[in-house]
């Protein structure tokens, strides 16, 4: 078993930015990779970014340039850096992990990001 636990959401004015965070314990040694989903209000939950082992990381077209995703393996934790925030970026966002960059095998409870002024 995996858990992670997500920090760093909250409230922010359009053309801010956060970073969050996603800490890993358990049962970690076969997780190859580990990223970000969010799900908006009234919609489904939606792929974000995703980062290897080795630093290869993937990105949804709607973020790329504005969000860059990054890890610390030593301390098994992966960062959402997330610049000029829009009010369309409003989420629950939730960090997962998985045997592969297409696998979603355990996930953490989310953390809401709202932007509004």
């Known amino acids: 078993q995996v858990h992670l636990v997500e920090s760093g959401g909250g409230l922010v004015q359009p053309g801010g930015s956060l970073r969050l965070s996603c800490a890993a314990s358990?049962?970690?040694?076969?997780?190859?990779?580990m990223g970000w989903h969010r799900q908006a209000p009234g919609k489904e939950r939606e792929l974000v970014a995703v980062?290897?082992?080795?630093?290869?990381?993937k990105y949804t077209d709607s973020v790329k340039g504005q969000f860059t995703i990054s890890s610390d393996n030593a301390k098994n934790t992966v960062y959402l850096q997330m610049n000029n925030l829009k009010p369309e970026d409003t989420a629950v966002y939730y960090c997962?992990?998985?045997?592969?960059?297409?696998?979603?095998?355990?996930w953490g409870q989310g953390t809401q990001v709202t932007v509004s002024s």
């Open positions: 980062i290897n082992r080795g630093g290869i990381t």
């Open positions: 997962h992990a998985g045997a592969t960059m297409t696998r979603y095998d355990y």
């Open positions: 358990g049962n970690i040694f076969f997780m190859y990779a």
